[in-house]
């Protein structure tokens, strides 16, 4: 009990079991995750997608994301398309609270109004 053992390879399980195409991609870069997925969306047979990514938890973030109040529309995408616990909207205006973002920067990503900017962590 408590004794240190092998991570259990995903992409080894997957081929074991017979998964013909795996495609390995980080969420956190959603271009290239969507891409990831678009790549065995349309192709025939058993296949998959590993999304891997360090964990929130452990990895701490050197920048964070804050809303640009001037450039924002309150379109709501970011809160819609990501349900991340730091983009908040209060009294119709949407921010991001520091102490909950990770750093990722989908957010930023999806604003198609370049309305969510990189900030140094403090």
Request: proline fraction near 4%.
């Amino acid at each position: 009990m408590g004794e240190v053992v092998a991570k259990v390879s995903i992409e080894k399980v997957l081929e074991g079991i017979g998964v013909e195409r795996i495609v390995k991609a980080d969420p956190l870069k959603l271009e290239s995750a969507v891409e990831a997925v678009r790549q065995v969306l349309d192709e025939r047979g058993v296949r998959a997608v590993i999304f891997k990514s360090p964990c929130i938890a452990l990895a701490k973030p050197k920048t964070c994301y804050q809303v640009n109040e001037k450039t924002c529309v309150s379109c709501r995408k970011c809160i819609r398309e990501l349900g991340c616990p730091a983009i908040v909207a209060c009294d119709g205006r949407i921010s991001i609270e520091p102490s909950l973002c990770y750093g990722c920067g989908v957010c930023g990503e999806i604003c198609k109004f370049g309305a969510i900017q990189e900030v140094d962590h403090e």
